[in-house]
T-cell receptor, first 113, second 114 residues
Framework: EPEVTQTPSHQVTQMGQEVILRCVPI?????FYWYRQILGQKVEFLVS????????KSEIFDDQFSVERPDGSNFTLKIRSTKLEDSAMYFC???????????FGPGTRLTVT | QQQVKQSPQSLIVQKGGISIINCAYE??????FPWYQQFPGKGPALLIA?????SEKKEGRFTISFNKSAKQFSLHIMDSQPGDSATYFC?????????????FGTGTLLAVQP
């Protein structure tokens, strides 16, 4: 069964450093998303990406964040200068013909020290 | 108006019992309501979903009941098993609308005791 994959599973970085989280969405999917989940809290939307551009972003997704689909398979989230409050699980998701059925990856645990 | 309210926060059910989790929404533009199951350290897994044109959807032991007039929907897990112990999130989005993000509820931690 096709699945969304994410690397790394755990990333530890120092405050102020740049991190890139990587995702490989399900191959024939057209919509891509990043969400985050602070420990013990609900899943929060960050950004959606369709047709090679951002279609929607939340207030969390400020200028420190960027997304890219550098090739036909990868989808990345970059945090330019990490802050302590960026520590969270980051989930990539993808959906096929429409934005409804979103399938999530296993997540990357980002720890900023 | 973008919120989805979920209750209870936690739930303990005996093996073989029925687990019921409730969600309520305000935004009438929402037209897709999924439930996700999340095990510790894993990503949310799509469990079952419903659209407002039906009042109930059943897949195996999992049933969604939907009340459009009350703007509420619920997940029923029949014959609950210890393997069902996980956090359950309801969500909503507007498939045909301007937004395609999922709005998640706050989650329910379900423990099924053997």
């Amino acid at each position: 069964e096709p699945e969304v994959t994410q690397t790394p599973s755990h990333q530890v970085t120092q405050m102020g450093q740049e991190v890139i989280l990587r995702c490989v969405p399900i191959s024939n999917h057209l919509y891509f998303y990043w969400y985050r989940q602070i420990l013990g809290q609900k899943v929060e939307f960050l950004v959606s990406f369709y047709n090679n551009e951002i279609s929607e972003k939340s207030e969390i997704f400020d200028d420190q964040f960027s997304v890219e689909r550098p090739d036909g398979s990868n989808f990345t989230l970059k945090i330019r200068s990490t802050k302590l409050e960026d520590s969270a699980m980051y989930f990539c998701a993808s959906s096929g013909q429409g934005p409804s059925e979103q399938y999530f990856g296993p997540g990357t645990r980002l720890t900023v020290t | 108006q973008q919120q989805v309210k979920q209750s209870p926060q936690s739930l303990i059910v005996q093996k073989g019992g029925i687990s019921i989790i409730n969600c309520a929404y305000e935004n009438t533009a929402f037209d897709y309501f999924p439930w996700y199951q999340q095990f510790p350290g894993k990503g949310p897994a799509l469990l079952i979903a419903i659209r407002p044109d039906v009042s109930e959807k059943k897949e195996g032991r999992f049933t969604i009941s939907f009340n459009k007039s009350a703007k509420q929907f619920s997940l029923h897990i029949m014959d609950s098993q210890p393997g069902d112990s996980a956090t359950y999130f309801c969500a909503a989005n507007s498939d045909g609308g301007a937004t395609n993000k999922l709005i998640f509820g706050t989650g329910t931690l379900l423990a099924v005791q053997p």
